[in-house]
């Protein structure tokens, strides 16, 4: 059974830093692509940041030179820091998972998600 859970989520100012963590069991790690999502009040889900297995990463428009996605498969881990955090970046953020070989990019469904975590930026 695969599980995705996150934490690291909270309550931070304007121009602050978050790290969101994503612990995944049940799956093999290393060959997956792993991604965040996220999800506003009355908003649609939207990818914020993709990482293949091979460790490429990809960022929405809105979080580029902000946001980092990282992988550790030791850990079974994906991570994304957060730096100069804006109101507009509070959502639920969303881990997600997918099988081999499907990438998760805009328009492809995903396999996995985990419960998500509350990010609030206040400004």
């Known amino acids: 059974q695969v599980q995705l859970v996150e934490s690291g989520g909270g309550l931070v100012q304007a121009g602050g830093s978050l790290r969101l963590s994503c612990a995944a069991s049940?799956?093999?790690?290393?060959?997956?692509?792993m991604g965040w999502y996220r999800q506003a009040p009355g908003k649609q889900r939207e990818l914020v940041a993709a990482?293949?297995?091979?460790?490429?990463?990809n960022y929405a428009d809105s979080v580029k030179g902000r946001f980092t996605i990282s992988r550790d498969n030791a850990k079974k881990t994906v991570y994304l820091q957060m730096n100069s955090l804006k109101p507009e970046d509070t959502a639920v953020y969303y881990c997600?998972?997918?099988?081999?070989?499907?990438?998760?990019?805009?328009?492809?469904?995903?396999?996995?998600w985990g419960q998500g975590t509350q990010v609030t930026v206040s400004s």
């Open positions: 049940g799956i093999i790690f290393s060959i997956i692509p």
């Open positions: 997600a998972a997918n099988r081999f070989r499907r990438p998760i990019e805009r328009g492809t469904s995903v396999d996995y």
């Open positions: 990482i293949s297995a091979g460790g490429s990463a």
